[in-house]
């Protein structure tokens, strides 16, 4: 069952070998491809991956690009999966907000985060159903606790 | 993707569930290792093409450990030369000994467990496995880390052979080869999760663990039942709840199909930013209220569910013996294959001393659930023990009024438009099916209100969601985690 290596994987085998420039390309492309797929979250991730790795090879400028557009990329994640999964909605801005810091889009990295907190206070808490829960004691010999 | 005893090789929830998640995940590439009793089964799935790779792993039926795997001659033979006495000593003994402690202490510390496992892992990579467990001072240690105990130490030396081979066996899980994945997610916090925890201690990869059932909660239910003596059934309580501790120590999140589940997960201390409950989710456009063909004569209750000691199929024959005392022209059918021979005898063993042949009827598994919930006027689910079934959302979906037992996530998924008992009270669960079917208002505002619930709460797109973003989630964390700002 073995299939052609994808970008991903290319990328990831190559940043573990030190071989930044090479993984971030293939970061890049995976990126491309999964946008193209509407798979936004796997999209922004792949940036993020791409950016860490211009990060890894000294190019900070480029990093600093990359950075953004994760950023941009999960707050697009973020917007898509608000009515199926609020939760995954606001993890979403709160990773943008992380991105964005690392650009230093200060401002851009306040109002994601923002987003997120006053989206989390509306998030329904979930239910505690604590009665009737066996508890269990661990036999241990004499001398443990 | 880990698990046991369940997906790809036997039918049933999880398997669904495991299933459903990858199929629909077409762009996540998947490997998966499947840890089961023995190498003779087949796969009862045609797996998705999105799985890359499987690693089975047998615990029992086979002669040399991995054999199906073919390694070739001479790496065994090597790995037999490499295997001496002082290698055992020295390389082997002092992991395993950790190992038994954190078995017998039922994991009093689940950081040294997962050291041990992944050292004894590591040992195997270039040692024999049958010839480390031939050595004797393996054997002497563990005499005498039993021997310590009062407990044990009164033990017959049969008892404390069998315990031995056992746990021998269960370490097989050691010996095979873990894929190389971005992150591992296992079924259950069970022996499937330890090439997670060993993925984990060795090169930091995310574990994500799911829990349906709660693993430990079922394998307290089997050692009552099927374990005679108490210094085994201890030995075995210890040392599945030490497996568990370390598979909660070492996910970097789990998350439970029930909010139930989250009970028990903070019983063992787990802190509760690590917990996210990922309800089970089902195509509600596939299961929805529909217009069947019905038999207006009789009232049907059905059962979606193999028969099986866990789903309560017997309690759920005399609580039909109830039912019928009240609706004459009821008739109860269950859908599902028989899992347990035994089980299934004594079910209709009960069926004939009830005189219920006519209208207890196992019909065998179904390819349209769907059409058989729609055709019901009451869903019933008798199980002892449950995660988040899927007979019960799936029935919500369709409209249907559901009578089920209060274990697991049942509660939670039928709060506000369902029934629930207590579980192994067949009189109760006869009184609840009956008075259900002779309120067909009741059953109707309920019904409606179950399928609001389970478009609402558990579709498949909202799950498909939340593990995508579970996984991108925990990627994402370690990659900007490993950086600092």
């Known amino acids: 069952m073995e299939a052609e290596e994808s970008h991903w994987s290319m990328g990831t085998k190559l940043e573990k070998e030190e071989k930044y420039q090479e993984a971030l390309e293939h970061y890049l492309k995976e990126a491309e491809i999964q946008k193209q797929r509407n798979n936004i979250a796997m999209a922004a991730l792949s940036l993020l991956s791409a950016a860490k790795c211009a990060l890894k090879a000294g190019d900070n400028k480029a990093a600093m690009t990359l950075f953004d557009l994760a950023g941009d990329s999960y707050v697009k994640y973020a917007e898509s999966t608000s009515s199926v999964s609020p939760r995954s909605s606001i993890w979403g801005y709160k990773m943008a907000s992380k991105c964005y810091m690392w650009a230093n889009k200060f401002e851009k990295a306040e109002k994601a985060l923002e987003t997120a907190n006053s989206m989390e206070e509306k998030l329904e808490p979930s239910e505690d159903l604590g009665a009737g829960v066996p508890l269990f004691r661990p036999y241990r010999k004499k001398g443990g606790k | ?63 040399q450990p991995g054999e199906h795997f073919s390694p070739s001659c001479l790496s065994v033979l090597r790995r037999v030369i490499r295997t001496g006495t002082s290698e055992v000593e020295e390389e082997f003994i002092p992991s395993f000994k950790d190992f038994l402690e954190e078995v017998l202490s039922g994991g009093k510390n689940p950081r040294r467990m997962g050291e041990a496992l992944t050292a004894m892992r590591k040992f195997f990579e270039d040692h024999e496995y049958k010839k480390t467990f031939k050595s004797e001072a393996l054997w002497k240690l563990y005499i005498s880390k039993l021997g310590e105990d009062k407990l044990y130490s009164n033990m017959e030396v049969s008892e404390l052979i069998d315990l031995a081979r056992v746990l021998q066996h269960f370490l097989r899980v050691l010996i095979f080869p873990f894929p190389e994945g971005d992150v591992y997610h296992s079924s259950a916090a069970a022996l499937c999760g330890v090439p997670a925890i060993v993925s984990k201690v060795k090169e930091d990869i995310p574990y994500l663990l799911t829990e349906h059932g709660l693993y430990f909660r079922e394998r307290i239910l089997d050692t009552v039942r099927l374990v005679k003596s108490l210094p085994a059934k201890i030995f075995w309580l210890n040392l599945f709840r030490a497996i568990v501790l370390a598979n909660y120590n070492y996910a970097d999140k789990i998350s439970p199909v029930c909010s139930f589940n989250v009970n028990w997960e903070r019983e063992f201390g787990i802190k509760e930013g690590k917990i996210e409950v990922i309800y089970n989710g089902i195509d509600v456009n596939r299961f929805r209220p529909l217009n069947v063909r019905r038999d207006e004569d009789v009232k049907r209750i059905i059962l979606m569910a193999r028969v099986d000691k866990l789903k309560g199929i017997i309690d759920m024959v005399e609580a039909f013996s109830y039912v019928k005392e009240e609706v004459r022209n009821a008739v109860c059918q269950v859908f599902g294959p028989i899992v347990d021979k035994e089980y299934y005898a004594a079910c209709m063993r009960k069926v004939k001393e009830l005189g219920l042949e006519d209208s207890f009827l196992f019909m065998g598994p179904t390819n349209q659930p769907e059409v058989e919930y729609n055709r019901a006027d009451v869903v019933a689910l008798p199980s002892i023990s449950e995660g988040f079934p899927y007979a019960v959302v799936e029935a919500m979906a369709c409209g249907r009024l559901v009578v089920a037992t209060d274990v697991g996530g049942v509660r939670e998924a039928l709060e506000g438009c369902g029934i629930v008992v207590p579980p192994r009270q067949p009189r109760e669960l006869g009184k609840a099916i009956s008075e259900a079917l002779l309120d067909e208002e009741m059953r109707k505002e309920l019904g409606m209100k179950a399928r609001e619930k389970a478009v609402r709460l558990y579709s498949e797109e909202r799950f498909l969601a939340d593990y995508l973003r579970s996984y991108v989630e925990l990627l994402s964390e370690k990659k900007i985690g490993g950086m600092s700002k």
Do not use: Q
């Open chain 2, 1 to 63: 993707m880990t698990s046991e005893g369940t997906y790809p090789y036997f039918r049933g929830g999880v398997s669904t569930w495991t299933h459903n998640l990858i199929k629909k995940l077409p762009d996540i590439e998947f490997y998966i290792v499947s840890i089961v009793p023995s190498p003779f089964f087949r796969i009862s799935y045609d797996l998705p093409r999105n799985v890359r790779g499987l690693v089975t792993i047998p615990l029992w039926g086979e002669e």
